[in-house]
């Protein structure tokens, strides 16, 4: 093990630390911090650009593997800090992958599995913006009103946690099913966008983390202190994430033929009846190719059996 590093504080300086770690850009448009800062400190820079500047060094501590204290971050930064990274993704990222998407696979028509691999990619940016909008109107929300001397008997931040999925799994899938499935010679175009939604990919997870790391352990600070100088009753019980086990490998003969049925559209009743089988058999069997392709998507399983062979694309529905 090598030694732990030591912590940034507020008199290093910010060329220095974007030096150190290149990964820091984003984090400094998100900050709302531009570049051009000469030799000045982080305090300096931050006090030029009015940032909190404890939540900017906690965030930026966290980010490059250093110890971090979430109990000194100010929750209004740190909830600003979340929107803009939102509105990096969603404005800007996910829809810049899209473009250069389009552009590196062959969306002529001919070839079936790129305008599944473009329908596979908006399906996962509509569970983004999803998960960001319920984080920027729900919850963000919830914690404003927490810092007005609100709580809330059906609702704390553990009921957030509880329900807090990483996002970058699917980008992960979309990814695999590319490198994987997509038949294409040498192309430049592809080789860079799969490096970008690999950057994405690594970036989202953290920006996940910081969630999980900072905000949340934060957030239930200010609960604890709230509740301590109050009398309101709190009765919300923080619900477990499930870990699922994985189980990888080849699909076997009733598998196919249950993918084949998800891949032409048909639904678990309908796949019952065809393959005589019990609703319950066939929802088991989705759930062991999801696991065993690690493909989650009804567009990835769709590739995933044009790409074997199962089917032709004809046979999709709309
Ligand atoms: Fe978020
Ligand atoms: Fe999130």
Do not use: W
């Amino acid at each position: 093990m090598g030694k732990s590093l030591t912590p940034y504080t507020s008199t290093d300086r910010m060329r220095d630390l974007v030096r150190d770690q290149s990964t820091i850009i984003l984090i400094l448009g998100r900050f709302g911090i531009p570049l051009g800062f000469g030799d000045k400190s982080i305090a300096e820079v931050c006090t030029a650009h009015h940032v909190d500047e404890e939540t900017f060094l906690q965030v930026v501590n966290y980010c490059t593997g250093r110890d971090y204290h979430y109990e000194r971050i100010s929750l209004t930064a740190l909830i600003e800090y979340l929107r803009q990274a939102h509105e990096y993704y969603l404005e800007f990222n996910l829809p810049q992958i899209r473009r250069k998407l389009i552009e590196a696979l062959d969306c002529s028509g001919t070839n079936d599995i790129a305008l599944l691999i473009i329908k596979f990619y908006d399906e996962y940016v509509r569970e983004v913006r999803k998960h960001m909008e319920n984080e920027n109107k729900t919850v963000f929300a919830y914690v404003q009103q927490l810092q007005q001397g609100y709580l809330k008997r059906e609702y704390s931040i553990a009921t957030f946690q509880g329900k807090h999925t990483p996002m970058a799994d699917k980008l992960k899938e979309l990814k695999e099913v590319i490198i994987q499935y997509y038949p294409e010679k040498n192309n430049f175009l592809l080789n860079e966008v799969l490096l970008n939604i690999m950057l994405c990919e690594e970036d989202l997870t953290q920006h996940c983390d910081v969630e999980d790391h900072i905000f949340v352990p934060a957030v239930k600070l200010a609960e604890q202190r709230l509740l301590q100088s109050n009398t309101a009753v709190y009765t919300n019980a923080p619900k477990q994430v499930e870990v699922k086990g994985k189980n990888l490998g080849k699909l076997g003969e009733r598998e196919k033929d249950v993918l084949v049925c998800v891949a032409r559209g048909m639904s678990n009743k309908e796949t019952a009846n065809a393959l005589c089988l019990s609703v319950h058999t066939v929802t088991t069997h989705r759930r062991n190719i999801s696991q065993k392709l690690q493909i989650h998507s009804t567009a990835g399983l769709i590739i995933y059996a044009i790409a074997n062979g199962l089917i032709q694309l004809d046979e999709v529905k709309g």
